[in-house]
């Protein structure tokens, strides 16, 4: 029953991969988030999707492609993996501001490019 | 640009002692503001949401505050316990926007 969650939960490729991390919500939110989080625990919005339409897309490579094919998913999509993508990601989901907003978020993702 | 700030950084108390986190942001245009903890490896728990037309609210032995005026708001937490030990991070989201700027959080530590 959990309200946000991503897999895989670990990721380690090799540099030069392409890889993926789903996330879906079962909150009934119709804004969804992919943030990242750094070595040093900063965390930066990267994408945010509201009715499935990219709202927010702050400086990210253009290697990095979200896709949200409802409501209830938003998925990650990075090509050409490089060692400085090595990071958590978390998704989360809200209701749209001026309904309430509380941001939940998912377990996170950890990725390790090698 | 919204900035937000935690002070202090890291922080180590005694069980039991009651103890404060303080957040500040830049600007006043802000519709909530967001206490999360963050465990090590884990995903972010909110913990207290308030909205910009409310002063404080209050969860357990959690109570946040907030003045939109001054950017400031305050967690407190009573009789801290061992269990509490964890990242606490503050988050603000602008009025009508959906970016959501997080703090660098603190880092807390509750001796047994």
């Known amino acids: 029953d959990t309200a946000v969650s991503q897999t895989p939960k670990y990721l380690v490729t090799q540099m030069g991969n392409d890889k993926s991390i789903k996330c879906e919500q079962n909150?009934?939110?119709?804004?969804m988030y992919w943030y990242k989080q750094d070595s040093k625990k900063f965390l930066k919005i990267m994408f945010s999707?509201?009715?499935?339409?990219?709202?927010i897309n702050e400086t990210v490579p253009n290697r990095f492609s979200p896709k949200s094919p409802d409501k209830a998913h938003l998925n990650l999509h990075i090509n050409s993996l490089e060692l400085g993508d090595s990071a958590v990601y978390f998704c989360?989901?809200?209701?749209?501001?001026?309904?309430?907003?509380?941001?939940?978020f998912g377990e996170g993702s950890r990725l390790t490019v090698l | 640009k919204q900035e937000v700030t935690q002070i202090p950084a890291a922080l180590s108390v005694p069980e039991g002692e009651n103890l404060v986190l303080n957040c500040s942001f830049t600007?006043?245009?802000?519709?909530?503001l967001q206490w999360f903890r963050q465990d090590p490896g884990k995903g972010l728990t909110s913990l207290l949401l308030i909205q910009s037309s409310q002063r404080e609210q209050t969860s357990g032995r959690l109570n946040a505050s907030l003045d939109k005026s001054s950017g400031r708001s305050t967690l407190y937490i009573a009789a801290s316990q061992p269990g509490d030990s964890a990242t606490y991070l503050c988050?603000?989201?602008?009025?009508?926007?959906?970016?959501?700027?997080f703090g660098a959080g603190t880092r807390l530590f509750v001796k047994a």
């Open positions: 988050a603000v989201s602008p009025t009508g926007g959906f970016k959501t700027i």
């Open positions: 600007d006043s245009a802000i519709y909530n």
């Open positions: 909150l009934g939110h119709d804004t």
């Open positions: 999707y509201n009715n499935k339409e990219l709202i």
């Open positions: 989360a989901s809200s209701h749209s501001p001026g309904h309430g907003g509380e941001l939940f």
